[in-house]
């Protein structure tokens, strides 16, 4: 029932910009947490930009001050604006809800997730 899909990525050169939306359907808007993770294949995922349903953000160190994650209730969607972005930033990016409020150390481990989506591709050229 719960559904997720991400949409925004491509190609970008490096110190450019780009904006990643999640569409939410099935799911009661706020109700937990939801975040973005990264994957580069032959490494872990990686938690980047978390929100909870009280509406405090996490980011992983890397991304700080340059990835800003926002929702809009109205649409339902999930948004992460990446800006200066970096070769390192290349990956599959996915959106994930869960279930539950997370808190903040929580916020961005890839287990505390129940729902995700396929993932959108994010390629940053140097």
């Known amino acids: 029932q719960v559904q997720l899909v991400e949409s925004g990525g491509g190609s970008v050169e490096s110190g450019g910009s780009l904006t990643l939306s999640c569409e939410v359907s099935g799911y009661t808007w706020n109700s937990g947490s939801m975040a973005w993770f990264r994957q580069v294949p032959g490494k872990e995922r990686e938690g980047v930009a978390g929100?909870?349903?009280?509406?405090?953000?996490s980011y992983t160190e890397s991304v700080k001050g340059r990835f800003t994650v926002f929702q809009d209730n109205a649409k339902n969607a999930l948004y992460l604006r990446m800006t200066s972005l970096q070769p390192e930033d290349t990956a599959t990016y996915h959106c994930?809800?869960?279930?539950?409020?997370?808190?903040?150390?929580?916020?961005?481990?890839?287990?505390?997730?129940?729902?995700w989506g396929q993932g959108t591709q994010v390629t940053v050229s140097s």
């Open positions: 929100i909870g349903g009280d509406g405090s953000t």
């Open positions: 994930a809800a869960s279930a539950f409020k997370l808190g903040d150390t929580m916020r961005l481990k890839a287990y505390g997730y129940n729902y």
